[in-house]
């Protein structure tokens, strides 16, 4: 006897329900707050947002399904981060640890001395977040972080020697000297 012919007909495919996000790792997994985190994982394409304990993140940017990139929040301490989406949130416990922001170091000045106004390149560590940046009392006329070692600067107008200050989220920096000599008239 054959029973295949009483065997209920195959039913269609149902479509998989879309998978939660999950987080497999962070780079990097420490730093102060306002620092930029890629998170590593899978599911990321509609993310809606990513949370460092209870504090959502900010400048949320999907690279991939499975790489997107945040600007960590105010916190403390150790907390789990998560990625949420339309299908769910992380369950992953993958965690960020806060550090306190450094302050910046600035030991030199290159060139020592230069014109009242001009390019000045200052060279040290701890730089990257630098918000703000003065010659003396006043503040330099512009400036562009290049790097975490580097920033160029053009001072105020000015003469004398003046203390050379860079400030970031950790505080403000050692003052070394610099020159503005003015130029001899020819």
């Known amino acids: 006897m054959n029973n295949s012919a009483h ?25 102060p707050a306002g620092t930029g985190v890629t998170a590593t994982g899978t599911g990321f394409t509609a993310a809606t947002a990513v949370r460092f304990g209870t504090t959502a ?6 690279l991939s399904d499975t790489q997107l990139t945040v600007t960590t ?8 981060v998560t990625v949420t989406t339309s299908n769910g949130t992380s369950s992953q416990f993958v965690t960020y640890t806060y550090t306190a922001a450094s302050v910046p170091v600035l030991s030199w000045v290159v060139p020592v001395s230069g014109p009242t106004a001009g390019g000045t390149t200052l060279t040290d560590s ?4 630098g918000t ?8 330099a006329t512009s ?19 003046v203390q050379v200050t860079v400030t970031a989220p950790g505080g403000t ?6 020159t503005r000599v003015v130029p001899p008239a020819i």
């Not at 479509?15 to 997994?29: G, N």
């Not at 993140?57 to 999907?62: H, Q």
């Open 126 to 129: 701890n730089l990257a977040g």
């Open 143 to 161: 400036f562009t972080v290049v790097s975490d070692t580097h920033i160029t600067a053009v001072s105020p107008a000015g003469a004398g020697t």
């Open 57 to 62: 993140a900010t400048s949320l940017a999907v």
């Open 132 to 139: 703000g940046l003065r010659f003396g009392a006043t503040a």
């Open 7 to 31: 065997l209920p007909a195959a039913s269609p495919e149902r479509p998989s329900a879309a998978a939660v996000p999950t987080v497999s790792s962070l780079s990097p997994a420490s730093g």
């Open 73 to 80: 929040p105010s916190g403390s301490g150790s907390v789990e």
């Open 173 to 178: 920096s050692p003052a070394p000297a610099h």
